[in-house]
Nanobody, 125 residues
Framework: QVQLVESGGDRVQPGGSLRLSCAASGLSLSYYTIGWFRQSPGKWREGVATIINSDGKTYYRDSVKGRFTISRDSAMNMMYLQMNSLKSEDTGLYFC??????????????????WGQGTQVTVSS
């Protein structure tokens, strides 16, 4: 019943921008901690950005600070990741996720319960 669907992934040249979207159904994103994660072949899934529901704080991994922005549109039940100044190391499969229990305090993927299928971002010249 709960479903998260990402969109917006594409191939882009270094320095370019993309805006990823995540559409949620079966739950309201306004009530929960939400996050974006990514994974590339042979690497662990890593947290990119999150909004903690309890206090509204945002967290970003160091490598994307100043370039990426996570946001939420409660009325539309959507979450977004604006990615600017993209680098080749940003390449990966990007997932949106929701912590339904309220346990998440940051970028730890194991603390999130619902996941989308992912959308591919490829940064290459």
């Amino acid at each position: 019943q709960v479903q998260l669907v990402e969109s917006g992934g594409d191939r882009v040249q270094p320095g370019g921008s993309l805006r990823l979207s995540c559409a949620a159904s079966g739950l309201s994103l306004s009530y929960y901690t939400i996050g974006w994660f990514r994974q590339s072949p042979g690497k662990w899934r890593e947290g990119v950005a999150t909004i903690i529901n309890s206090d509204g704080k945002t967290y970003y991994r160091d490598s994307v600070k100043g370039r990426f922005t996570i946001s939420r549109d409660s009325a539309m039940n959507m979450m977004y990741l604006q990615m600017n100044s993209l680098k080749s190391e940003d390449t990966g499969l990007y997932f949106c996720a929701v912590d339904i229990t309220g346990r998440a305090t940051g970028l730890e993927s194991l603390e999130y319960d619902y996941w989308g299928q992912g959308t591919q971002v490829t940064v290459s010249s």
